[in-house]
T-cell receptor, first 115, second 112 residues
Framework: NAGVMQNPRHLVRRRGQEARLRCSPMKGHSHVYWYRQLPEEGLKFMVY????????ESGMPKERFSAEFPKEGPSILRIQQVVRGDSAAYFC?????????????FGQGTRLTVV | SQKIEQNSEALNIQEGKTATLTCNYTNYSPAYLQWYRQDPGRGPVFLLLIRENEKEKRKERLKVTFDTTLKQSLFHITASQPADSATYLC???????????FGKGTRLSVIA
């Protein structure tokens, strides 16, 4: 049973370009969470999705950022018109249900560098 | 405002000693508290979960306590080894209402 798969592992974008980060949850998991981590900072919650639905996007910037989790295929975190401040590690986690006494399984992250 | 604090950014201890990491929180009422380990360049890995009505949980050399009165969790690694060197994150779990909220982590270095 493969774990949470994120790709790419590393992504370099020029300012103004779009970044697309992909996350395939563990088999059987329908809950996906995206977190952002800056150097020496903790994990900051961005968005929580279930299949085809955004449940909580309170941690996601209102502009340029969007997320989806279609019925088929991976969850996508999209950042439009990237700026240097978007450089960070983005982690995806999945769980079989909303964490209420349930562990979250994390991917290895995508390290985005904006040049 | 809500706040989670892990006692120190970095903790150095001698091999064989017990490492104790602290997680304090304010303005939360978590039903569970989770601890994760994160190695450089990797995603966090789940270690232990403790419920609000549990005082203590153990797993091999790991022990977690949860004091909802003090709003504090302690994470202990006994007989520490250099391989235990990593960043340890605590996470508050509000019983299914919101996703996990993480502290900044404590970077533990076990010196041989």
């Amino acid at each position: 049973n493969a774990g949470v798969m994120q790709n790419p592992r590393h992504l370099v974008r020029r300012r103004g370009q779009e970044a697309r980060l992909r996350c395939s949850p563990m088999k059987g998991h329908s809950h996906v969470y995206w977190y952002r981590q800056l150097p020496e900072e903790g994990l900051k919650f961005m968005v929580y999705l279930q299949k085809e639905n955004i449940i909580d996007e309170s941690g996601m910037p209102k502009e340029r950022f969007s997320a989806e989790f279609p019925k088929e295929g991976p969850s996508i975190l999209r950042i439009q018109q990237v700026v240097r401040g978007d450089s960070a590690a983005y982690f995806c986690a999945s769980s079989p249900r909303l964490t209420g006494g349930t562990e979250a399984f994390f991917g290895q992250g995508t390290r985005l560098t904006v040049v | 405002s809500q706040k989670i604090e892990q006692n120190s950014e970095a903790l150095n201890i001698q091999e064989g000693k017990t490492a104790t990491l602290t997680c304090n929180y304010t303005n939360y009422s978590p039903a569970y508290l989770q601890w994760y380990r994160q190695d450089p360049g990797r995603g966090p890995v789940f270690l232990l979960l403790i419920r609000e009505n549990e005082k203590e949980k153990r797993k091999e050399r790991l022990k977690v306590t949860f004091d909802t009165t003090l709003k504090q969790s302690l994470f202990h690694i006994t007989a520490s080894q250099p391989a235990d060197s990593a960043t340890y994150l605590c996470a508050l779990d509000n019983s299914g209402n919101t996703p996990l909220v993480f502290g900044k982590g404590t970077r533990l270095s076990v010196i041989a």
